[in-house]
């Protein structure tokens, strides 16, 4: 095995209006395909204008990888120590019925490119959201949209997530939600947004979300399933209601995702959702938006 050669110093750029230290960018995060940190940084700093309306007002649970895929991963909700001083936090109780109910948590927020690239550079490849917002003096806000997570047990793929999908989108225009955007998730499977109008605490967003489930997979028993036992959704796609959980946060769309191959957490349009679907690489997604335009900006 060939020797290790030396990682590039550590260095502080200007981004927008504040500082950012950066380290080791040239470590490899994606070793599949040789990804740095570097293409990496690059790449959410090329999306952030998606990414970050994606981010607005939602504290940030970060998935950091800090070797690389192939490294050790670990989850992190707080604000870690050495956050640079102008990273937006705010102090707020656990929500019910989340892991760490009754303790305070001093979340961070990802308001600029400073910010991406503050999250990248410590590895932060997933960046996760809950379905609520925080407003300018600390209110937790009620949801302001509804997630679907489809997941496929095998041999089901994404053409069974692309059928399963069309299914939910026409049942949430049926109720008057007819804004709904799909984003294939980087990983298996697939997501669906739609905004919300009005104001629905979540459990009452949660309730709906799980009464759809269950009468979808009540219609269509050979391709839907709405529950999590796994020997009930072999071949089937799990409709998961629990995302609007407060408690819960879904991979947020334009992030990177901590697979083997780079991918995207990637937003599509409609006329794309059939049976050769396939996961968006960060390249593919750049191209996207430079051509086509953010689907969510519809």
Not at 78 to 103: H, I, M, V, Y
Request: aromatic share 6%; with cysteine; net charge negative.
């Amino acid at each position: 095995m060939a020797a290790k050669g030396p990682e590039e110093p550590p260095q502080t750029v200007r981004v927008g209006e504040h500082d950012v230290r950066l380290t080791h960018l040239d470590r490899v995060l994606y070793p599949a395909t040789g990804l740095t940190k570097a293409e990496a940084i690059d790449y959410v700093v090329r999306a952030a204008p998606a990414l970050l309306a994606q981010l607005r007002d939602r504290p940030v649970t970060r998935i950091r990888f800090p070797e690389g895929v192939g490294g050790e991963t670990f989850f992190e909700k707080n604000a870690p120590r050495g956050a640079p001083p102008w990273l937006r936090r705010q102090t707020l109780p656990a929500a019910p019925g989340a892991d760490d109910e009754g303790k305070e948590l001093d979340l961070p927020f990802l308001d600029d490119v400073a910010g991406l690239v503050w999250a990248t550079n410590a590895g932060a490849i997933e960046l996760h959201t809950p379905q609520w917002t925080v407003g300018p003096r600390g209110g937790v806000r009620p949801p302001d949209r509804l997630v679907v997570d489809l997941d496929p047990g095998a041999p089901a793929g994404l053409a069974e997530c692309a059928r399963v999908a069309h299914l939910v989108a026409d049942r949430l225009r049926a109720d008057g939600l007819t804004t709904t955007v799909p984003v294939t998730s980087g990983s298996k499977g697939m997501q669906l947004y739609a905004p919300l109008p009005g104001r629905r605490t979540a459990m009452q967003v949660r309730q709906y979300a799980r009464d759809l489930a269950h009468e979808l997979a009540a219609a269509h028993p050979d391709l839907v399933v709405a529950v999590m036992r796994k020997e009930l959704r072999g071949g089937k796609v799990l409709l998961d209601w629990s995302q609007n959980h407060p408690a819960k946060t879904t991979i947020t769309p334009y992030s990177l995702r901590g697979r083997e191959q780079p991918a995207v957490a990637a937003p599509r349009w409609w006329d794309e959702i059939g049976p050769g679907l396939a996961q968006l690489s960060p390249a593919e997604v750049l191209d996207r938006l430079a051509g086509d335009g953010d689907p969510f900006a519809e």
